[in-house]
């Protein structure tokens, strides 16, 4: 007998800031940048994707390209 597996979908964990600060703090403490990439598209649902692609000066579809599993973000400054 085989079960299906659906998707773990971390937003509905991340309701409130202290939350969202200890899943970062987590992440960034295990140095994995793929988790953190993954981690940040999972802050901006919950946050909401177009407040966050319009506090950052992304587009929506920017954002989502962005923080989409395989992505290699840059972090420049300029």
Known sequence: M????LPFDMGPLLDSDEAIGEY????LED???DELIRAL??????KGMAMVAKESG???ESLYKALAP?????????
């Open 2 to 5: 085989t079960e299906k597996l």
């Open 24 to 27: 970062l703090s987590q992440v």
């Open 31 to 33: 140095g994995d940048n």
């Open 41 to 46: 598209g999972y802050i901006a649902k919950a």
């Open 58 to 60: 992304l587009g929506r």
């Open 70 to 78: 395989g992505a290699k973000p840059r972090f420049d400054t300029g």
